[in-house]
C-alpha cells in the first residue's frame, strides 16, 4: 500500500460508513448531521455547544442552529452549566433515548458489516496504526497514554 494514499483511503473510508448509516436511518426523520450530535451528546452527556462542535468539524453556529431544532423535536434538552453560567450542557430527552438506542444499534450493525471476514488480529492491528495515526496528527506525538480510552473507543 502507498503511504501517499492512506489518508485518502481514511476519508473514503468514513464517507462510505457516513452513506451507509445515512441510508440505513433515513427513515428516522432527521438529517445526517443532527444524527451524529444526537450520538455525540449520547455518548458525552453534558458535552456543551463548543465542545460539539469540535467534534462533529463544523462552525459553532452550525451547531447551535442544529441544536436549536433538536430541542424544538424534543430530543435535545439545554441545561446552564453549573461550573460556567455563560455555556449550556446539552443532554438527550426522554423522547430521544429510544431514537439513540436504535442509532446506536444501526451503528453497530454497519460496524459489523464493514468487519464481515477481517480476522480479529488484523482488526487490531489496524486500529494501533489507526491510533498511531491519530496520535502523530494530535500535535503531541507520543501514543496515547489511557489504553483504556482506546479500548472503550473501540468498542463504539
Known amino acids: ?41 449520547m455518548r458525552f452527556p453534558g458535552i456543551n455547544q463548543g465542545a460539539l462542535a469540535e467534534r462533529l468539524d463544523v462552525e459553532p453556529i452550525t451547531t447551535c442552529r442544529m441544536v436549536d431544532r433538536l430541542e424544538q423535536a424534543e430530543l435535545v434538552e439545554r441545561r446552564r452549566d453549573p461550573q460556567d453560567r455563560r455555556a449550556w450542557q446539552l443532554f438527550l430527552t426522554n423522547a430521544a433515548e429510544p431514537l439513540a438506542a436504535e442509532l446506536q444499534g444501526i451503528g453497530q450493525s454497519v460496524l459489523n458489516e464493514s468487519l464481515a471476514g477481517i480476522p480479529e488480529a488484523d482488526r487490531e492491528a489496524a486500529l494501533s ?26 468498542n463504539v
Open 1 to 41: 500500500m502507498d503511504s501517499h494514499h492512506i489518508a485518502f483511503t481514511i476519508n473514503d473510508v468514513a464517507r462510505l460508513y457516513r452513506r451507509r448509516f445515512d441510508h440505513r436511518t433515513r427513515s428516522l426523520g432527521i438529517t445526517g448531521p443532527q444524527m451524529r450530535a444526537l450520538v455525540q451528546i
Open 129 to 154: 496504526v489507526l491510533w498511531r495515526i491519530r496520535d502523530n496528527l494530535s500535535g503531541d506525538g507520543q501514543p496515547a497514554a489511557d489504553d483504556a480510552a482506546k479500548e472503550a473507543a473501540a
